[in-house]
Nanobody, 127 residues
Framework: QEQLVESGGGLVPAGGSLRLSCATS????????MGWFRQAPGQEREFVAG????????KYADSVKGRFTISRDNAKNTMYLQMNSLKIEETAVYFC????????????????????WGQGTQVTVSS
């Protein structure tokens, strides 16, 4: 099981920005997609954004399109989520996830398709 560690969460005002990072211990040994999910109180874990191994394919939840940007730097074994124009309702625990199952350029949106997870980092958007 790959070890994933999120960072960058915290308190941010509505309309503000935050950048999350997810570092992997295996780095280039992880050959599949990576993604971000979030879970708000009383809600199911939902897909936020995903990126293929090469970075050539990305997917976003409709609710974050145009505001969030996912990227990865495989040389640094790190994935990022730039979140802009944050909304109060986006307060949630954000989880980093990774997949190491072919095809490696596939970007699933279902949590069940990812097999490695971080501990989660709290993002709180204040009024």
């Amino acid at each position: 099981q790959e070890q994933l560690v999120e960072s960058g969460g915290g308190l941010v005002p509505a309309g503000g920005s935050l950048r999350l990072s997810c570092a992997t211990s295996r780095g280039t040994f992880l050959s599949g997609a990576m993604g971000w999910f979030r879970q708000a109180p009383g809600q199911e874990r939902e897909f936020v954004a995903g990126i293929s191994w090469s970075g050539g394919s990305t997917k976003y939840a409709d609710s974050v399109k145009g505001r969030f940007t996912i990227s990865r730097d495989n040389a640094k074994n790190t994935m990022y989520l730039q979140m802009n124009s944050l909304k109060i309702e986006e307060t949630a625990v954000y989880f980093c996830a990774a997949r190491n199952v072919p095809p490696f350029e596939l970007v699933p949106v279902g949590a069940r398709e990812y097999d490695s997870w971080g501990q989660g980092t709290q993002v709180t958007v204040s009024s």
